[in-house]
């Protein structure tokens, strides 16, 4: 285990340089919109813009713990158990790749749909604003989640170093979409994830509720009746304005909603329901009434 554990440590290391680079591209672009907006008055707020950087050097100072390897460690757990593997070729990775972002669409859409995976979810989307600095707003405790929906990957029989790569390659490619300076890119905003694309899926218009989940291929949508095409004004955030800029609040207020809510269930089931329903579930004799959670959007 401690011997395999240590070769994933090795193999990581070289091939994530190759994504460090294209992060680092990434971060120096969202650098200089931020300068820019900044200079052209823009951006005339920047609360929301400081709270994603903030949000970002938190994530950066867990990834270099034991925190960080949450990932490598689980996953190789349970390849121990896995007595076949896939072979390392130019077409694995290939199938990697097209394997992870179809994973990467069902977590997507399951971190929308179901409560308390919402509640992890919702720090990307709970921001009124969008640019580049928006795709820095992930969640604090997305590691302790999302390598759960990679475990069918490996189990498959793709090598856990394959997974985590084409995994994140997936997340990285999602940087430069977060921006309003790109219009709509005609054909390729059915194919691929695009800003115009990614707009929607940020959006808590009621017609783009629930849609665009895909990472970097819309296929997914496509097949699965998700797509939306952006038509009108997309107005951000949540459907339920969070209304604040504090990075302990972003990151856990949603969790603390629903205790809230379990305390007062009057059975398991209705706890039940709170934890696991849709966002915004609401036991029978209550539906009429609005409900307390930051509701979701898509």
């Known amino acids: 285990m401690f011997e395999n554990l240590e070769q994933r440590f090795d193999e990581l290391s070289s091939l994530l340089g190759v994504l460090e680079y294209i992060a680092i591209i990434f971060f120096l672009l969202i650098v200089l919109e931020t300068a820019w907006d900044i200079y052209t008055k823009r951006r005339a707020k920047y609360k929301e813009t400081i709270a994603n950087f903030s949000i970002a050097l938190v994530n950066a100072l867990l990834e270099r713990t034991l925190y960080g390897a949450i990932f490598i460690i689980c996953l190789t757990l349970t390849e121990s158990f896995i007595s076949y593997k896939i072979p390392l070729t130019w077409w694995s990775w290939a199938l990697a790749l097209l394997a992870a972002d179809f994973t990467y669409y069902w977590m997507h859409r399951f971190e929308h749909e179901i409560r308390i995976l919402w509640a992890n979810h919702i720090v990307h989307h709970s921001s009124p604003e969008y640019n580049l600095s928006t795709s820095l707003r992930l969640a604090w405790v997305d590691s302790l989640i999302e390598w759960i929906f990679l475990v069918p990957m490996i189990v498959i029989g793709f090598d856990v170093t394959q997974t985590i790569v084409a995994f994140l390659f997936i997340v990285v490619y999602q940087t430069w ?96 329901g709170f934890i696991f329903g849709r966002p915004g579930w609401k036991p029978k004799e209550n539906k009429r009434s609005k409900g307390k959670s930051l509701e979701k959007v898509s």
């Open 177 to 272: 979409i977060h921006t309003e300076k790109i219009g709509k890119l005609k054909f390729l905003d059915h194919i691929l994830n695009t800003p115009s694309v990614h707009r929607v899926h940020h959006g808590s218009n009621r017609k783009y509720l629930d849609k665009n989940y895909g990472g970097v291929l819309m296929i997914w949508d496509h097949l699965f009746g998700t797509y939306q095409a952006e038509e009108e004004k997309v107005k951000y955030g949540v459907t339920v304005p969070l209304e604040t800029s504090n990075p302990l609040t972003i990151n856990f207020k949603e969790y603390w909603l629903i205790a809230k809510d379990v305390r007062s269930s009057k059975n398991i089931t209705d706890a039940c």
